[in-house]
């Protein structure tokens, strides 16, 4: 992902007061039509949202590190892959590899996003989404002779794939209410703005399965998980969500504030430009959940201890809750 402003010193502006005197929005336009008692029952929540479990999460994080950078075209990339279709197919049959080409700098990548189905006869579907790849440069690095070299991607990658794959674990054990569908894109990080000075190949999954998939597929909306894995989380309202979908926004920060997370934070955060963008181009509202306060971003400092199963559980915890109890109004 990219932050279109000062990317090597991110500072956050923690702008309160403007802020609160933003509306909040409500995803569901029937809710005020619940009868009173339904109402209730529907915003406490509790013993029908099955336990994230952030230990699980957090061994799926470093399953996918033991593979080493997972950029396309390296060992890792193809040990990852294999991995993430097997792990997904113990909890659904509704796994497809959505494979193609992609033409990079001076080579051919051959990239994959996996696709599974939770719930698949449901007509009403939410899309849950992460890249898999790391990055195959560490252009951030202190050290100038390691900046060409490919890094596992810790909390750049594999922190919102763990996230999603203990989910999958949990629509197994406890089907959700609504259709889910977990999306892994490929080649999200395989750009450099250095050498061609736009994105044109950033984003490469996201934008392949917004040309060849959304024009059928058309879920209520859509959440992004990149960055998630912090050991100092704090996810800030990332701007191009509000302008594109500020109803999923508001969503998914009133369920963490429901379930009394202290990592979800009520302030604007960056302008982030990821996969998320493709998916709203392609008519799918579609939320980027994010902390780019991380100083080890595209670095080879990027690894597992830098992350915590902590972390991963706050997000897994606001997702579940919104998918048991939310989306089924």
Known sequence: MQNVFNKNRKIRMFVFISFLALPFWSCDTKKTEQ???????????????????????????????????RNPGSAGHTKCLNFLETELKKYTANVTLQRFSQKGYNETLSLTNVFAQFNSGASKRVLLTAHWDSRPRGEEDADIASRNKPIIGANDGASGVAVLLELARLFKTSPPPIGVDILLTDGEDYGDARKDGNTDLYFLGARHFAKTKAADYLPQFGILLDMVGDRDLQIPLELNSMDFAPQVVDLIWSTAEEVRSTQFIRIPGERISDDHLPLNEAGIPTVDIIDFQYPHWHTHQDTPDKCSGESLEAVGKVLAAVIYTKVSL
């Not at 209730?40 to 080493?68: H, I, W």
Request: charged content about 15%; cysteine-free; proline content about 11%.
């Open 35 to 69: 009868p009173q008692s339904q109402q209730q029952t529907l915003t406490t929540m509790p013993k029908q949202v099955p336990m994230f479990d952030g230990k699980r999460s957090y061994d799926m994080l470093v399953a996918q590190t033991n593979f080493g950078p």
